[in-house]
Nanobody, 121 residues
Framework: QVQLVESGGGLVQAGGSLRLSCAASGSMFSLNDMGWYRQAPGKQRELVAAISSGYSTNYADSVKGRFTISRDNAKNTIYLQMNSLKPEDTAVYYC???????????????WGQGTQVTVSS
């Protein structure tokens, strides 16, 4: 069984920084594209940043220049370094991954349980 486990959320003042981590574990044949999404109250879930297995990245316009996504393939882990945080960054942040498991030949979507990030003004 594959799991994505997130950590690193919390409460921070505007202008501060947080680092999120997401570790994938289980019987994986391949761990492909990974990324971070967020969902604020009353809003749809949106892509924040994504990174391919080859380390190509893309970001939402709202976080470009402030957030950095990175990946450690040896640890099956991605990170989201969030700097210059704003109150509008407040949301539940979800880790996402496209994974082919050992028992399946198809790529499936996997989600973490979510971690709360709250930025106070």
């Amino acid at each position: 069984q594959v799991q994505l486990v997130e950590s690193g959320g919390g409460l921070v003042q505007a202008g501060g920084s947080l680092r999120l981590s997401c570790a994938a574990s289980g019987s994986m044949f391949s761990l492909n594209d990974m990324g971070w999404y967020r969902q604020a109250p009353g809003k749809q879930r949106e892509l924040v940043a994504a990174i391919s297995s080859g380390y190509s990245t893309n970001y939402a316009d709202s976080v470009k220049g402030r957030f950095t996504i990175s990946r450690d393939n040896a640890k099956n882990t991605i990170y989201l370094q969030m700097n210059s945080l704003k109150p509008e960054d407040t949301a539940v942040y979800y880790c996402h991954a496209l994974i082919v498991t050992v028992v399946a030949s198809t790529e499936y979507d996997y989600w973490g349980q979510g971690t709360q990030v709250t930025v106070s003004s």
